[in-house]
């Protein structure tokens, strides 16, 4: 039996189903998700008491096709002010400021192995620029490069690019990004020139993972994974290393679709997804190299000279 509530789901379905049918990268996919929105819809499971456990609950049923983590519907009690905008973007800058621009560590191990962390995001490039820069150009002297992204959630595709650039020799093509909006396809490449000195591409270089790594530290890791610069060592990571965006779905007491919002800079839109030059499918995790099935990071780091067995790079 139906529950009658003073929410309306169908707005919010039915303007989700026709976003993700218009805009998600994967049309087959997009089609799979909007019939089971409108089929959970028709049950009467969106019928509930409260618009966060709408939320929740679509949410769940976006992710549970392909396990697509940047597939996801929140709800504001009040329309998003330009106000909350800047806060969330000082929050950001919060977050920038106490993590040394996003290079919180760089270490010198043993045997002339340096250690860069970089947490708790790859910030937006004209901020990051110059504190990456630094962190890079300091390591550049040691034997091997141990870069760790166990703890960065992901950020600006640019810097993604930015880092690569030091840890290659040359403008090399990293992955490249198809919009299903036009039908069109972006290449993203390694700089030529780099401020600061290279670590370049023929020294060891590792990155470690964990199920925290996400979204553009993904891409990062990845990247260096498929073009054979980079050892990946730790756990499979989250598994959303694809662009996202925002659009708006109309209130649960509207009847009245509103038309979608672009979000600015950090994200693009449903359509953007990266391929060729290797980057995982929504859901699907960077893998670690060999059998390995628990965190071991010191197994993939024997082989440098100096390193000793049982010593945890992170800590």
Request: glycine residues 10%; proline residues 9%.
């Amino acid at each position: 039996m139906t529950t009658l509530t003073n929410l309306q789901p169908a707005p919010v379905i039915d303007e989700t189903a026709r976003l993700l049918t218009e805009h998600y990268v994967f049309p087959e996919i997009a089609e799979q998700v909007a019939d089971l929105l409108r089929r959970r819809l028709a049950e009467g499971a969106y019928d509930v008491d409260g618009a966060e456990e709408l939320a929740r609950l679509v949410t769940a049923d976006l992710q549970s096709v392909n396990d697509d983590k940047h597939l996801r519907l929140k709800y504001h009690a009040d329309p998003v002010s330009p106000e909350e905008g800047a806060a969330t973007l000082e929050s950001i800058r919060r977050d920038f400021d106490t993590s040394l621009g996003g290079a919180p560590r760089v270490e010198l191990l043993d045997g002339g192995v340096a250690v860069v962390k970089l947490a708790p995001m790859l910030f937006p490039l004209d901020w990051a620029a110059e504190p990456l820069s630094a962190a890079l150009t300091l390591a550049s002297r040691a034997r091997a490069l141990i870069v760790d992204l166990r703890d960065n959630r992901g950020g600006d595709p640019d810097s993604v690019a930015f880092v690569c650039s030091y840890l290659l020799d040359e403008r090399t093509h990293l992955n490249s990004m198809y919009w299903r909006s036009g039908d069109r396809t972006e290449q993203s490449w390694s700089l030529p020139h780099v401020p600061g000195a290279r670590f370049g591409g023929s020294k060891p270089l590792y990155v470690l993972s964990s199920d925290r790594t996400f979204s553009a530290a993904e891409e990062l890791a990845y990247d260096l994974q498929q073009l054979g610069r980079a050892v990946v060592v730790g756990e499979p990571t989250r598994g959303g290393a694809h662009v996202q965006g925002l659009d708006r779905a109309p209130p649960p007491g509207s009847h009245r679709p509103h038309r979608p919002r672009r979000q600015p800079r950090l994200g693009h839109e449903l359509g953007g997804h990266r391929r060729a030059a290797g980057r995982p499918l929504p859901g699907r995790e960077v893998p670690r190299p060999g059998p390995r099935t628990g965190p071991r990071p010191t197994g993939g780091l024997k082989p440098l000279g100096g390193f000793r067995r049982g010593h945890d790079p992170g800590h």
